[in-house]
């Protein structure tokens, strides 16, 4: 219920018009954002990159609504892929479709996108797309494989265990050669067509990891670049332990290398376990997002945990 009214929040533009009225916000933000500016998201990729860990960069930005506005979201990760190029930073670029037009248009958001991945395969990058909610998954699926029908390779997606078809597009997209991110769900789905029942929604995390380690354990196991911007077929973002101890203990024993082995978390989240699963020679990759257009991604980092939003609202009012 709460997750239910908070993802509503992070949606709504009265209640962004508010919370971001109020200075604090953006200060308690600060736990999950690197930024306002892409220099402020680079000096922490450095830093990340320094003690050994991978980045994939998120310049924010989602449900874009003309198509000036997507344009100019898609121009904003020329200077981005640039700068990682000119410093050898060991980070590709994540977006989220929405923020390249998709809601206004397919074919504008596909041309947005094919810029980009031009533009990073020059400088042998990579490009993760987020998967959103559930009104615009099939439109995410279908624009993944129209770029790969294109001829692009440097382009992944990720997958939600929290839908029941992501087993059926998992395996579609690993017979295209995917490179999948595997993510619990950050939204709302309805229960027709999503686990609403946390123990579901994990039972399927580890069976949707299995067949990722079986796909890439029978097509070569290729590991992570060199370069640390392409990450390997299998890459499994969350921060339960449970789930990381599933995938670890099951690779290791069908013998799947480390370096095969990708595990993706937020930045400012878990920087203890972050820390460990890297010292054990396993690829770790922090996602760091940065900009103005904070306040949606801040909500749900709320909505994933009671205790950010008591943090949140108990500071608030003591300011007050
Ligand atoms: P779970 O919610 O069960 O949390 C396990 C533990 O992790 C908690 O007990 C707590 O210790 C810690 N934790 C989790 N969330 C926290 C928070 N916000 N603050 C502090 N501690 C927290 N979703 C999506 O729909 N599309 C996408 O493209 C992505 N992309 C993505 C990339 C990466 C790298 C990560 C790690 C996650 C995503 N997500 C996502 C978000 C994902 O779907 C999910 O909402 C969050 O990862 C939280 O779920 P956990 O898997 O961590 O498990």
């Known amino acids: ?134 009104p615009v998954i099939e439109r995410t699926i279908q624009l993944y494989s129209d770029l790969r029908e294109s001829g692009f390779e440097n382009v992944g997606i990720a997958i939600q265990s929290y839908l029941f078809r992501s087993e059926a597009d998992t395996y579609a997209l690993l017979d295209a050669g995917a490179r999948i991110r595997l ?40 590991p992570v670049s060199k370069d640390g911007k392409t990450p390997p077929v299998v890459a499994i973002a969350t921060h339960d332990e449970k789930r990381i101890k599933f995938s670890r203990d099951y690779a290791s024993r069908v013998g799947l290398k480390r370096e095969a082995l990708e595990f993706q978390m937020l930045y400012g989240i878990r920087t203890d376990l972050q820390a460990v699963l890297n010292a054990e020679g396993y690829p770790v990759r922090v996602y760091v997002p940065y900009g103005l257009e904070w306040y949606p991604y801040f909500v749900r980092r709320l909505a994933e945990r009671p205790a950010n939003l008591w943090f949140f609202l108990s500071n608030l009012i003591r300011r007050a």
Request: proline content about 2%.
């Open 1 to 134: 219920m709460l997750k239910a009214i908070l993802i509503y929040l992070s949606q709504a533009k009265w209640a962004r018009r508010i919370i971001t009225g109020w200075t604090f916000s953006r200060r308690a933000a600060s736990r999950f954002i690197s930024g306002d500016t892409l220099e402020e998201a680079m000096a922490a990729t450095q830093k990340l990159n320094e003690n050994g860990l991978l980045v994939t960069l998120d310049h924010l930005g989602e449900h874009v609504e003309d198509p000036a506005s997507a344009e100019g979201s898609a121009a904003g990760y020329f200077p981005l892929l640039e700068h990682i190029d000119r410093i050898s930073a060991k980070a590709g670029i994540s977006l989220k479709l929405t923020q390249l037009g998709l809601l206004i248009d397919y074919d504008l958001c596909l041309e947005n996108i094919k810029r980009i991945l031009a533009y990073a395969e020059e400088r042998s990058n990579f490009v993760r797309i987020d998967i959103e909610d559930s």
């Open 183 to 222: 993510v619990k769900g950050a939204y709302k789905e309805p229960p027709e067509i999503a686990y609403s029942n946390k123990k579901d929604v994990d039972v399927n995390f580890d069976h949707l990891a299995r067949i990722m380690i079986d796909y890439s354990l029978e097509h070569g196991a290729e």
